[in-house]
């Protein structure tokens, strides 16, 4: 073969795969005519990602081709393995995606950018990796890559992104209204970001969210749940592990965990803060100048409480049970644990 418009070309007729086509790009051997092979459940000829304000993304299997070749640094042409369809479902089979790579047998490199709409949506999920969230600048919206896979689609109102076996790092523009993670499995962390709220689920791994001005919306399964310097609505739930809440500044926050929960709280005054652990312990550390109904309950353990918070009605004190007001009441903090303790603490 003599040259790239001509490899270009048997591979926009479907004569050779993106496989034979970068082989012979890189100057390995010249690829033989082959049956047409369909790399993503799109006809590689046709758009393959919903148009954005600005203008599509990657479009035809020939730009996809180019993206790889200009973006791809460190692939090797002898390590690549067949194009299959992947065994991990597109997470939103609704809406049409475009494989960046697909099943190589190392992890690929890349970097990418897309400019956002302001309001948007970011849906992500990684299969098995570290997923990792900061806030970003303008309207665009950085991707960098090492994974095994890398699908991306687009339209006017979401950016979706699914990898897998790798890390997936975002830089999240303030233009983004919410965003939906997910880690299967793996660690989750989110930083210095904004948005109107933030869904995320982690699977056998750990959650850390610090310094949000979100609402926060966690699932973890298998790991624990950190959260530092939350601003906004905070409804947490840990199986099998723990929940660790410090300097937050939030009037609504509800945490269920099959392990233990830790929480620090201010000065509050107005609110609704609840905690529920199965099989755990609580602890509650709370400013001395909280307003606030307090009240706790425990079917199997006990209720340890220093004489040292400014009640102003105490109005039941036992081993298992204590209701009482600070200050007057004002906000309501109520924790409830079963097969554990809670601890109360002024600071």
């Known amino acids: 073969m003599d040259n790239r418009s001509e490899i270009l070309d048997r591979l926009d007729r479907g004569e050779i795969s993106a496989q034979a086509a970068l082989r012979a790009l890189s100057g390995a051997a010249e690829p033989e005519a082959e049956a047409p092979r369909l790399p993503s459940p799109t006809d590689p000829s046709a758009p393959a990602v919903l148009t954005a304000p600005e203008g599509p993304a990657v479009l035809t299997r020939r730009e996809r081709l180019l993206a790889l070749t200009e973006r791809v640094r460190d692939w090797d042409p002898r390590h690549m393995v067949t194009l299959t369809p992947s065994p991990r479902a597109w ?8 494989w960046f790579w697909q099943d190589f047998d190392h992890p690929v490199h890349v970097d990418h950018t897309l400019d956002l709409a302001d309001g948007c949506g970011l849906f992500a999920v990684l299969y098995e990796g570290d997923l990792t969230l900061t806030g970003g600048e303008g309207r665009a919206l950085k991707i960098g890559a090492a994974a095994f896979d890398l699908r991306i689609g687009r339209d006017a109102s979401a950016a979706r992104i699914a990898g897998a076996t790798g890390a997936l790092d975002l830089s999240v523009p303030d233009t983004v ?8 499995p793996g660690d989750l ?9 933030v869904c995320v689920e982690c699977e056998s791994g750990d959650l850390r969210c610090e310094g949000l001005r979100a609402g926060v919306e966690a699932q973890v399964r298998g790991g624990d749940a950190n959260l530092f310097g939350i601003e906004g609505e905070i409804a947490v739930t840990a199986a099998q592990g723990n929940i660790r809440c410090r300097e937050i500044r939030s009037t609504q926050v509800h945490l269920v ?3 233990g929960i830790s929480l620090s709280l201010g000065a509050v005054s107005q609110g609704d803060f609840r905690c529920e652990t199965r099989g755990g312990d609580i602890e509650l550390f709370i400013a001395r100048d909280s307003a606030c109904a307090l009240s706790a ?7 340890i409480c220093p004489a040292g918070l400014p009640w102003t009605d105490l109005s039941e004190r036992s081993g298992q049970t204590l209701k009482g007001t600070l200050r007057g009441g004002g906000a309501s ?3 409830v644990a079963s097969g554990g303790r809670v601890y109360i603490a002024g600071r």
């Open 189 to 197: 962390s989110i930083r210095d970001l904004r948005a109107q709220k």
């Open 257 to 259: 965990a099959h392990g």
């Open 91 to 98: 997470p939103w089979p609704d809406q049409p995606y475009q």
């Open 297 to 303: 309950e425990v079917s199997d353990g006990g209720v």
């Open 333 to 335: 903090v109520h924790l």
């Open 177 to 184: 209204s919410r965003i939906d993670a997910k880690v299967l």
